[in-house]
């Protein structure tokens, strides 16, 4: 079996104005190079309890002798992290849970936050891939997102990180933008395929509960956003990523041949993983559990040797079932038939047949020998689908 890890880092330097993540704001001077202060303390205290926690996964009997394809570390904002934290996470995740230089070792990172000696430390502690928090290339946009950087940012640190040795980076943009509208949209595109990337991410913004977007569309002063039109920016990205030669793997992800987030696609393909962090959720053994949000909760739970976990479940085997196919399918390959009657014992044509040959009649999902698959018309309704295969 081979699992994934995922390494939550909840802080970062602003909240962004949509954000409904689970983060902590902390301040653009505790993010520089030396990140002096007290929360300095705290930053250094939950990288402590970070490894803490993974070590006591590493020693755990069900996951012995697995091996670990994926490292992600995510956030938040994990490049708010000194370079010497930073290196001293990826060296030790590495060395507790044997993960080989070849593994796909992501760490997500904010272009207002990275210098030449962050990236240095991220390079020497294992990481070989980079996802750049981007959103927009235009300056009222990014304003308007509440993100602290600017376009110069990205390029600089696109630049720098070429220079030292990245040859795999992720870009993430942001449709759907309060104002944007398809002339916007095609100039983000273009400067972000002019950077050339090898894998680029693509999502429409939501307006989430608890976010000052979500306030100010309460009271009035923000509308949602047109869906036709974010349809069409939708279009417009497939037929130009596609040009300029990123293959359409995922509903929101595109990538060049060989580049697909080997990371992601472990929970697309219903793999097992085990989560880090406060907030993190991992998934394996048949259990998924998600840890306390709250940082001095988590932190205080496994420096007393204790599990930091606020909330467990067994998934039961119809559950399971369903979770595979709406995560699968989010696939543009579809779900493995192979793959579900090897998980479950049963045949997927026995579990959902009538639903499966319903979206047919409607041309929401297509059939091959081996797969299940959303049709080019379902990829907007995409979550009707999944609801279909609920319990």
């Known amino acids: 079996m081979t699992l994934a890890l995922y390494v939550h880092i909840p802080f970062c330097v602003a909240k962004c104005y949509y954000c409904s993540f689970h983060s902590y704001a902390i301040g653009r001077e505790n ?17 402590r309890a970070l490894l803490q926690e993974g070590e006591k996964y590493s020693r755990s009997d069900y996951l012995a002798g697995e091996s670990f394809n994926s490292l992600y570390i995510g956030g938040g904002t994990p490049t708010c992290l000194t370079g010497g934290q930073l290196y001293l996470l990826l060296a030790s995740l590495r060395e507790l849970f044997g993960i080989s230089a070849e593994a796909e070792i992501t760490v997500e990172a904010n272009p207002g936050t990275l210098d030449n000696g962050k990236l240095r430390k991220l390079r020497e502690g294992g990481c070989n891939r980079l996802s750049l928090g981007v959103q927009s290339f235009d300056p009222r946009e990014l304003e308007a997102l509440g993100r602290i950087h600017q376009a110069l940012d990205v390029y600089n640190t696109f630049s720098e990180a070429r220079k030292e040795g990245f040859t795999n980076i992720n870009i993430d943009l942001m449709y759907g933008l309060p104002g944007q509208d398809l002339r916007q949209w095609a100039a983000n595109l273009k400067e972000a395929v002019a950077l050339n990337p090898e894998h680029i991410s693509l999502y429409q913004l939501s307006l989430e509960e608890n976010t000052p977007f979500y306030d100010l569309l309460q009271k009035g002063l923000l509308t949602e956003f047109d869906e036709d039109t974010a349809a069409g920016m939708y279009d417009l990205a497939q ?115 009538e639903t499966i040959k319903r979206l047919k009649s409607k041309r929401l999902l297509e059939e091959s020998a081996s797969h299940i698959f959303l049709s080019e018309k379902a990829i907007p309704l995409a979550n009707m689908v999944f609801i279909e295969f609920l319990p």
């Open 31 to 47: 993010c520089v190079l030396k990140g002096l202060g007290q929360r300095n303390t705290l930053l250094e205290r939950y990288v």
């Open 239 to 353: 037929g130009y990523l596609a040009a300029n030669g990123y293959g359409h793997y995922e509903i929101s992800n595109y990538a060049k041949s060989g580049r697909e987030s080997v990371h992601n696609k472990t929970y697309w393909k219903y793999g097992e993983y085990v989560g880090l962090g406060a907030g993190a959720t991992g998934f394996f053994g048949g259990k998924r559990y998600t840890n306390h949000c709250d940082i001095h909760a988590y932190c205080d739970a496994v420096i007393t040797d204790k599990r930091p976990v606020e909330a467990e479940e067994i998934l039961e085997k119809r559950t399971a079932m369903a979770e595979m196919m709406f995560m699968g399918l989010r696939l543009r390959q579809g779900v493995s038939k192979k793959d579900f009657a090897e998980r479950f014992t049963e045949r997927i044509e026995d579990i959902f047949g």
